[in-house]
């Protein structure tokens, strides 16, 4: 040990034996529990009990975590409808709050090999998730988009492709955008503010923390055409840089828990 360096300091912080030994096993309950019973669900049809198990699930890893979210402009979108939810990608803990918060049926596109994973890739292969090959998507996802919207499903993406390694805002792909023009979803911009702190990129420690989102204006996609996908993510993802980038002292007028 060097001279003057304090044993202690050598030791990991506090959240890195808290999240090892109290938080990872805890959520490995809850997903394992959680995640039987939406399989059973998904095997017999009931999608929404399924959904109601992963949003129970998305609740007991925030508030276990110690994660207080507030919600803003979820007035703006109407609940009888499907949207496409666009969001910027911080954190893995972007998951569990946009499917606690967003008071809809969701569902997210994931690559096809998660579809393997147990539990979690189990629920998202039997419960109605896109899963689709990178490589290769192919015409399946656009019919299972169109069935996704006449049942009135949701769907949330991230069109950075990945977490931000330092929380600025990534170019957002166009695939997606081609996909929601083709398959008439409107689409509605989201910020996440706050959720790289709880758990950055790259790090075994997850902390407590204070998250902000902003639900903003849907953008209908109706009249346009398939050349107008990147305009169309050029214009979302400037949106939500915009939203990212606003004071995490503006005026709350939302709430801390969907109705």
């Keep these: 040990m060097q001279p003057g360096v304090a044993r202690s300091s050598l030791l990991p912080p506090f959240h890195w034996w ?38 129970t699930w998305a ?10 979210v507030t919600l803003r402009g979820v007035e703006r979108v109407e609940r009888n409808r499907p949207y496409l939810f ?8 972007d998951i569990p709050v946009i499917f606690w918060y967003l008071p809809f049926q969701l569902r997210i596109i994931a690559k096809e090999s998660l579809g393997s ?13 896109v899963l689709v090959r990178r490589d290769n998507p192919g015409s399946q996802v656009f019919k299972q988009l169109g069935q996704m919207m006449r049942t009135g499903t949701s769907l949330i993406v991230f069109p950075e492709g990945t ?19 083709e ?3 409107t689409v509605v911009p989201v910020a996440i503010r706050g959720t790289r702190p709880v758990m950055p990129k790259g790090r075994l420690m997850v902390c407590p923390g204070e998250v902000e989102v902003d639900v903003f204006d849907p953008v209908p996609t109706t009249s346009m055409g398939a050349e ?18 606003q004071s995490a002292a503006a005026v709350v007028s939302g709430g801390r828990h969907p109705r």
């Design 183 to 185: 398959s008439g979803y």
């Design 18 to 55: 808290r999240t090892v030994f109290f938080l990872i096993p805890t959520i490995g309950v809850y997903t394992s529990v959680l995640g039987t019973v939406s399989l059973i669900a998904g095997l017999a049809g009931a999608q929404r009990l399924a959904h109601g198990c992963a949003r």
């Design 59 to 68: 609740w007991a890893i925030l508030a276990t975590t110690g994660v207080n």
């Design 228 to 245: 107008a996908a990147r305009a169309l993510a050029d214009h979302v993802q400037a949106i939500v840089e915009a939203g990212v980038a």
């Design 86 to 93: 666009v969001a910027n990608h911080q954190s893995i803990y």
């Design 117 to 129: 994973f147990p539990f979690i890739g189990w629920h998202l292969r039997r419960t109605g998730h």
């Design 163 to 181: 977490r931000s390694a330092d929380g600025r805002v990534g170019r957002f792909r166009t695939g997606i955008f081609r996909l929601a023009i």
